[in-house]
């Protein structure tokens, strides 16, 4: 039960809700599964998640990002108006919205995430 809890937890991460999550559960099993490919877009500096894939567009005018969202190929993600190419393709990525570190840097955090390795200066 605890891994489930904790599986849980995490899904909502990428779009899972816990009775989605459980869902796929009753499913048949996915078995020896490997990907194809795997493209790692790490936009250090590049456009905010408030313009792309968080845009919070129920938060106050304050929080919220700048452009309208639109509906993904994904239930309930979604994408920035800009991305409307990126939104056909939704089913064949996943959107990691929420990561932590403890560094105060984006340098030493950045290669944190890229290498699971603390970089010390």
């Not at 995490?10 to 899972?16: E, N, V, Y």
Request: glycine fraction near 12%; charged fraction near 20%; proline fraction near 7%.
């Amino acid at each position: 039960m605890c891994g489930h809890l904790w599986h849980a937890g995490g899904a909502g991460l990428f779009g899972l809700s816990l009775p989605r999550l459980l869902q796929a559960e009753q499913q048949q099993a996915f078995v020896n599964g490997r990907a194809k490919s795997v493209i790692f877009l790490f936009l250090f500096g590049g456009p905010s998640q408030l313009e792309t894939f968080d845009l919070k567009p129920d938060a106050p005018g304050k929080i919220r990002g700048p452009f309208k969202p639109i509906d993904s190929r994904t239930p309930g993600l979604l994408i920035g108006e800009h991305l409307p190419n990126t939104a056909k393709i939704s089913d064949r990525f996943c959107v990691v919205k929420t990561m932590t570190h403890s560094f105060n840097d984006h340098s030493g955090a950045g290669h944190y995430i890229q290498t699971g390795r603390r970089w010390d200066r």
